[in-house]
């Protein structure tokens, strides 16, 4: 058994799953999965010996439970990474973490309307408060990269934590054809081209476990 173990749930649905993991996978830092298929009868029962909040993704590193993405991720930052899951510059730390918090408590209306599915592909027309919702994230990649990101291709140039935190959103926004200014889509292409994404993606589509729809939207 490995210190490092990540509890993730469907790789299909899982979208908060998906954060730690990819930030685990861009920095190498070795980790032992340990899978489980949500909303089964037997979830409860398998998540109950990990997770406090019965919730995925859960860390577990030796005798410390980290669970929630966000508190996950900082901690993946602080204990493996020298704090270089955020960027280096005070200003961009800033805006890396306002950006990461935003997407993590706020559009409720994406994660219920268009929530990550790793096999959907078919263009699905928002409701008016998703279009402002789109807008708004359309808004905030465009002008994150215009501002920092001139040293690489992600939001502050480099990968950091709010590459993680935005993974899920760019393959919900390619499976229901989200449409974006010429700046969001190159950015999310540059999260949909990432190896790991890419991974995770074709790893999802072959899970066999199928949500009813009131489950999968809130996944
Ligand atoms: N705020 C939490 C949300 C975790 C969450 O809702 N996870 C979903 C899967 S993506 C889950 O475990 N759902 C199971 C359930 O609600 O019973 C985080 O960021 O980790």
Redesign the pocket.
């Known amino acids: 058994m490995k210190d490092l173990r990540l509890v993730i749930?469907d790789k299909n649905?899982?979208?908060?799953?998906l954060?730690p993991w990819l930030l685990l996978k861009m920095f190498d830092v070795g980790f032992e999965e340990i899978q489980i298929a949500?909303?089964q009868d037997n979830?409860a029962e398998k998540l109950g010996p990990y997770s406090p909040?019965?919730?995925?993704?859960v860390l577990l590193h030796k005798d410390i439970t980290v669970?929630?993405?966000?508190a996950i991720c900082e901690y993946i930052s602080e204990r493996f990474l020298g704090g270089s899951g955020w960027p280096a510059n005070p200003k961009h730390k800033a805006s890396a973490r306002s950006i990461s918090a935003e997407i993590?408590s706020e559009f409720h209306q994406l994660k219920e309307e268009w929530p990550m599915n790793c096999k959907a592909s078919y263009r699905m027309a928002p409701s008016d408060k998703l279009v402002n919702e789109i807008a708004r994230i359309d808004a905030i990649w465009s002008h994150i990269r215009r501002r920092y990101g001139e040293n690489g291709n992600y939001l502050f140039g480099r990968f950091s934590i709010s590459d993680c935190m935005f993974a899920s959103v760019a393959i919900s926004f390619e499976a229901y054809s989200a449409e974006l200014s010429a700046d969001a889509h190159t950015y999310m292409q540059t999260l949909l081209d990432n190896p790991f994404v890419q991974k995770w993606k074709s790893l999802g589509r072959r899970e066999r476990e199928q949500l009813a729809v009131a489950y999968a939207s809130?996944?």
């Not at 649905?13 to 799953?17: A, D, E, G, I, L």
């Not at 909040?53 to 993704?57: A, N």
């Open positions: 749930g649905y899982s979208s908060w799953s954060c949500l909303y979830t909040s019965l919730k995925v993704p669970w929630d993405s966000m993590h809130s996944a």
